[in-house]
């Protein structure tokens, strides 16, 4: 029998240095990090990090947009210990208080007649839930997914994501078809919008007929596209491509994982700004301030089409569960849509004046609520919107010398996505804007 090493830490090396030698030794090496010398976090309250080091740094990524509310947050803590100490685990084999709580709190805030949830642990498992849900429902195979899309990293989901980079194996899964995105800054049609007469959602009708049976079983898409770099759709999008996929007897998947519980600012549920409710939506994330928590949510007819045996040994555990339900009272309690709507703008505000300072390197600047993007490129002045993945490596590391944490999408690893936690205050943006220009100004953009 093979004995285990435990490691310890060598003399002659830093905390930093000996944490990240073992993760080289112990963890899969496709596991990815940001900067140049990985970043080791040991603590978080509220919307500041703390590393080996003991330097601060101000948060403004959230763990890719899943600490919601906060490190920390006292309030969630407080139910989190309080629900350990009574029952943490059971599996779905018997109903308890917790996940019954969770499922009426999510149906009286979704959109729509959405009301029957399903638990899972991830965000990947709430979209392969609801992939399963359309196709029982429908009795069809075929999905629509949309390019630049991400599920996540099983079969299936690296199926439906439409990021080569992203992708470990070919697309094995031969029902899945990926409709033109809505990327209005890099148009494939080579148009603008509004004149554009958006294009790309009647491009589905094109795709149905030529690339399926031309019977479907639905389409999945996020309202904002999140690891593609959020990109927004224009208003209409939606009601022209769901028309489309439900003429052609399709369900609307509406992928939330990202852009739930007030994030877009304004409105609970991201695809609420666009005029559509779907018949089947996806949320993890965000919905337990960094629990691992899935939650696939349908109407009760294409709920009931499961009809075979189903359970979820950790999807809906206790301690998940109550954890969601006391992150969505803050959410209501602080009425965080409206809270995000206004600080949202002030970001934005800023961004959009960076981008007039920094106009070469800035090709764009989108984003809704506290979900806001930077598109990095060679020279928006001369035209040249090449992908400037180098400078985006640059900013990284500039932000951070600085104590400012952001991430990165886009298919060529060039947009900087901004997305703090949702009780961040107007001077922690002011302070992140400040450390934003100093950076660009330090690149000599």
């Given at each position: 029998?093979?004995?285990?090493?435990?490691?310890?830490?060598?003399?002659?090396?830093?905390?930093?240095?000996?944490?990240?030698?073992?993760?080289?030794?112990?963890?899969?090496?496709?596991?990815?990090?940001?900067?140049?010398?990985?970043?080791?976090?040991?603590?978080?309250?509220?919307?500041?990090?703390?590393?080996?080091?003991?330097?601060?740094?101000?948060?403004?990524?959230?763990?890719?947009?899943?600490?919601?509310?906060?490190?920390?947050?006292?309030?969630?803590?407080?139910?989190?210990?309080?629900?350990?100490?009574?029952?943490?685990?059971?599996?779905?084999?018997?109903?308890?208080?917790?996940?019954?709580?969770?499922?009426?709190?999510?149906?009286?805030?979704?959109?729509?007649?959405?009301?029957?949830?399903?638990?899972?642990?991830?965000?990947?498992?709430?979209?392969?839930?609801?992939?399963?849900?359309?196709?029982?429902?429908?009795?069809?195979?075929?999905?629509?997914?949309?390019?630049?899309?991400?599920?996540?990293?099983?079969?299936?989901?690296?199926?439906?994501?439409?990021?080569?980079?992203?992708?470990?194996?070919?697309?094995?899964v031969a029902a899945v078809k990926h409709a033109v995105s809505p990327y209005c800054y890099r148009c494939p049609f080579k148009l603008k919008y509004p004149s554009c007469d958006l294009a790309c959602a009647r491009d589905i009708?094109?795709?149905?007929?030529?690339?399926?049976?031309?019977?479907?079983?639905?389409?999945?898409?996020?309202?904002?596209?999140?690891?593609?770099?959020?990109?927004?759709?224009?208003?209409?999008?939606?009601?022209?491509?769901?028309?489309?996929?439900?003429?052609?007897?399709?369900?609307?998947?509406?992928?939330?994982?990202?852009?739930?519980?007030?994030?877009?600012?304004?409105?609970?549920?991201?695809?609420?700004?666009?005029?559509?409710?779907?018949?089947?939506?996806?949320?993890?994330?965000?919905?337990?301030?960094?629990?691992?928590?899935?939650?696939?949510?349908?109407?009760?007819?294409?709920?009931?089409?499961?009809?075979?045996?189903?359970?979820?040994?950790?999807?809906?555990?206790?301690?998940?569960?109550?954890?969601?339900?006391?992150?969505?009272?803050?959410?209501?309690?602080?009425?965080?849509?409206?809270?995000?709507?206004?600080?949202?703008?002030?970001?934005?505000?800023?961004?959009?004046?960076?981008?007039?300072?920094?106009?070469?390197?800035?090709?764009?600047?989108?984003?809704?609520?506290?979900?806001?993007?930077?598109?990095?490129?060679?020279?928006?002045?001369?035209?040249?919107?090449?992908?400037?993945?180098?400078?985006?490596?640059?900013?990284?590391?500039?932000?951070?010398?600085?104590?400012?944490?952001?991430?990165?999408?886009?298919?060529?690893?060039?947009?900087?996505?901004?997305?703090?936690?949702?009780?961040?205050?107007?001077?922690?943006?002011?302070?992140?804007?400040?450390?934003?220009?100093?950076?660009?100004?330090?690149?000599?953009?």
């Amino acid at each position: 029998m093979k004995t285990a090493k435990i490691s310890k830490p060598h003399n002659e090396m830093s905390k930093t240095d000996d944490i990240v030698r073992r993760q080289k030794e112990f963890l899969f090496p496709c596991v990815a990090h940001y900067y140049e010398k990985p970043l080791v976090l040991v603590e978080g309250k509220g919307t500041r990090v703390k590393d080996t080091d003991g330097t601060i740094l101000l948060d403004f990524f959230g763990g890719i947009l899943t600490v919601s509310i906060g490190h920390a947050n006292e309030r969630i803590n407080r139910a989190v210990k309080a629900q350990m100490d009574k029952l943490g685990h059971v599996s779905t084999l018997y109903p308890t208080e917790p996940i019954v709580v969770l499922a009426e709190m999510l149906a009286k805030i979704a959109p729509g007649r959405l009301q029957q949830s399903f638990f899972t642990n991830s965000g990947t498992e709430a979209d392969e839930t609801a992939f399963m849900l359309a196709q029982l429902y429908t009795g069809r195979q075929e999905i629509i997914a949309l390019r630049y899309g991400y599920s996540g990293r099983t079969v299936l989901a690296q199926a439906l994501t439409a990021h080569s980079t992203w992708r470990a194996l070919p697309t094995q899964v031969a029902a899945v078809k990926h409709a033109v995105s809505p990327y209005c800054y890099r148009c494939p049609f080579k148009l603008k919008y509004p004149s554009c007469d958006l294009a790309c959602a009647r491009d589905i009708e094109e795709l149905i007929r030529t690339t399926t049976t031309g019977k479907i079983a639905g389409f999945l898409a996020e309202p904002i596209q999140g690891v593609a770099g959020f990109i927004v759709p224009p208003k209409k999008y939606f009601q022209i491509a769901v028309e489309i996929v439900r003429k052609h007897g399709g369900v609307f998947i509406c992928d939330e994982v990202q852009t739930a519980f007030g994030r877009t600012g304004g409105k609970m549920f991201g695809i609420e700004h666009f005029g559509v409710e779907p018949e089947i939506m996806t949320m993890a994330k965000g919905i337990a301030n960094g629990m691992p928590l899935g939650a696939t949510i349908a109407t009760p007819e294409v709920a009931d089409s499961i009809k075979a045996l189903s359970i979820s040994t950790f999807g809906g555990n206790p301690v998940c569960c109550t954890a969601a339900s006391e992150t969505l009272r803050i959410v209501l309690d602080e009425n965080i849509p409206a809270r995000v709507e206004k600080l949202g703008r002030r970001l934005r505000d800023g961004l959009d004046a960076l981008k007039q300072k920094y106009p070469r390197i800035i090709g764009d600047v989108r984003g809704m609520g506290l979900m806001q993007a930077m598109e990095l490129v060679e020279d928006e002045t001369r035209g040249d919107r090449t992908p400037n993945a180098k400078a985006t490596l640059q900013f990284f590391e500039e932000t951070r010398k600085r104590g400012l944490l952001v991430g990165k999408g886009g298919l060529h690893g060039n947009i900087v996505r901004l997305a703090p936690p949702m009780l961040v205050t107007e001077r922690e943006i002011d302070e992140a804007l400040g450390i934003i220009g100093e950076s660009f100004t330090a690149m000599k953009a």
